[in-house]
């Protein structure tokens, strides 16, 4: 036999070394699918309750009228987009009232952080939309596919008429609910039964159907697909809610102290003779896991992943039930009221605690200001834009004009005649392209719940006329009821 010698390189050959590296990992964890058991008891029915009275209110709250008067939209709630109006029951809000939008989004945020400091985070739970479709969907998941068993056993199962037939069925329910979702998203922003007549007769427009098919798809996706990926990976609310949270917060919470150390019940074996050999009350059934819509394990403390829906204690208290254990093992507490127990002192409830107190007042604030404005706000509004390209024109007759685009915001439903002055310029003359004659004053016009623009032109003598810059005031009174608008401006002479 031959052995064969490798013989070193000599410095003329070129010699390349290569390392072995470990073989690159994943950026993203394997998502293990969450197939989530259906559960009986007071925090499931409630979890029940909301999710009717929200879905209610979304699908019927488009086909509430409110009349308005004629010429005006009659639904209760409207965002025209064409009209560039919003309407809310009796509140109409223009564009330029944008900020009321923002008083809302204020309040929604400080409303969460005060719900998130009493009773953990009962919005991601029970009020959430991605929370209610995602339920809605998991439900409609279990009547077509079964129970939490027998939907692993069909994924994992070989396809076949019986899979492909439940598969298609599941996705097209979706689909449905999707669509119905989106249908109904958009007569927000359109006439109901106007909209619903043209989508009868075929003549929706392309950008509706274009936005329609838009929230079909992202219902679709986020409820039927994405579910507690949402929760745990896309919402910023959870680490929001998260930091809002204290010892006082109610939350969803294992008693490990009661519980551990868990470990499966034999039938053989009692209770009494459980606690003798060291063990919990936790059987380590790991329904509480089965149950949970985000597959979160609550045994293992407080998690980013745990949206507060209780269903857990449900599962958990039927558990003990059938065991004959004492019930709430897993609970809404406090920590604050755990430590007490655990130590065999009475447990107590701090509703009243700084955060709650501001939270509180900042909220009452806002709304005390929003309805202030909402009762004071005027039903007329000036807004004028001088020319800049000329600053001033110098006519034959020597006189000095400025010309402005002036705009009358008529807020009534009926017509309303206005005075146009202009104050700060003793003499000055005005004129409107749209009318004939010149005076001290104008008398203009605009039509209900519109805004009438005009170019009026403000002529002063050379030698009335100040060098410069003069600080003037534009001013419209409603000669019917006597409210004025004013906007300041400026006139501009050599």
């Known amino acids: 036999m031959s052995v064969i010698t490798p013989v070193p390189p000599s410095q003329d050959e070129h010699v390349s070394h290569v390392e072995e590296t470990p073989p690159l990992r994943s950026l993203f964890v394997h998502r293990p699918k969450v197939y989530c058991s259906d559960v009986a008891g007071p925090w499931r029915r409630i979890k029940w309750a909301a999710l009717a009275v929200l879905l209610a209110v979304y699908y019927v709250t488009p086909w509430l009228r409110w009349d308005r008067g004629p010429g005006i939209p009659d639904q209760a709630v409207l965002v025209d987009m064409v009209g560039r109006r919003a309407y809310f029951l009796w509140i109409e809000i223009w564009p330029q009232e944008v900020y009321y939008l923002t008083g809302l989004l204020i309040l929604g945020a400080l409303g969460?952080?005060?719900?998130?400091?009493?009773?953990?985070?009962?919005?991601?739970?029970?009020?959430?939309?991605?929370?209610?479709?995602?339920?809605?969907?998991?439900?409609?998941?279990?009547?077509?596919?079964?129970?939490r068993t027998e939907r692993i056993r069909l994924d994992k199962a070989p396809l076949s008429l019986r899979k492909l037939r439940l598969k298609l069925t599941k996705h097209a329910v979706w689909l449905l609910i999707a669509l119905l979702t989106g249908g109904a998203w958009i007569f927000y922003f359109n006439d109901?039964?106007?909209?619903?007549?043209?989508?009868?007769?075929?003549?929706?427009?392309?950008?509706v159907l274009a936005?329609?098919?838009?929230?079909?798809?992202?219902?679709?996706?986020?409820?039927?697909?994405?579910?507690?990926?949402?929760?745990?990976?896309?919402?910023?609310?959870?680490?929001?809610?998260?930091?809002?949270?204290?010892?006082?917060?109610?939350?969803?919470?294992?008693?490990?102290?009661?519980?551990?150390?868990?470990?499966?019940?034999?039938?053989?074996?009692?209770?009494?003779?459980?606690?003798?050999?060291?063990f919990g009350d936790c059987i380590d059934c790991k329904q509480c896991v089965y149950v949970c819509p985000t597959g979160t394990d609550i045994r293992k403390g407080q998690q980013i992943s745990c949206i507060g829906c209780g269903l857990c204690i449900d599962a958990c208290n039927e558990v003990m039930r059938q065991t004959g254990h004492p019930g709430d093992l897993i609970r809404f507490d406090t920590q604050s009221n755990q430590i007490a127990t655990q130590a065999g002192h009475s447990a107590r409830v701090r509703i009243l605690r700084p955060r709650t107190i501001i939270y509180s007042l900042i909220m009452l604030t806002v709304a005390c200001i929003m309805a202030g404005s909402l009762w004071l706000r005027p039903s007329l509004d000036v807004s004028v834009l001088r020319d800049r390209a000329p600053l001033y024109v110098t006519l034959a007759s020597g006189e000095v004009q400025n010309a402005y685009t002036v705009k009358i915001l008529n807020k009534t439903h009926q017509a309303a005649t206005y005075r146009l002055t202009i104050a700060g310029l003793p003499g000055a003359e005005l004129s409107t392209a749209q009318l004939d004659g010149r005076g001290p004053f104008l008398t203009l016009s605009a039509e209900p719940d519109s805004v009438a623009t005009y170019r009026v032109f403000a002529r002063l003598p050379a030698a009335a006329a100040k060098s410069g810059s003069t600080e003037v005031t534009v001013t419209a009174e409603n000669t019917a009821t006597g409210e004025i608008g004013r906007h300041p401006s400026v006139f501009m002479a050599p």
């Open 211 to 278: 936005f329609i098919g838009l929230f079909t798809a992202s219902t679709y996706f986020l409820a039927g697909w994405a579910r507690e990926q949402v929760c745990i990976y896309l919402c910023p609310w959870r680490s929001y809610q998260s930091a809002m949270l204290d010892e006082d917060s109610f939350v969803v919470t294992y008693e490990a102290w009661r519980g551990e150390t868990r470990a499966p019940a034999r039938k053989s074996q009692s209770w009494a003779e459980r606690k003798a050999q060291g």
């Open 192 to 207: 109901a039964p106007t909209l619903l007549g043209q989508m009868l007769s075929g003549e929706v427009s392309s950008t």
């Open 112 to 147: 969460i952080f005060f719900a998130s400091t009493l009773f953990g985070r009962v919005w991601c739970g029970y009020a959430c939309p991605q929370t209610v479709w995602t339920d809605l969907y998991m439900w409609v998941e279990r009547k077509i596919e079964g129970a």
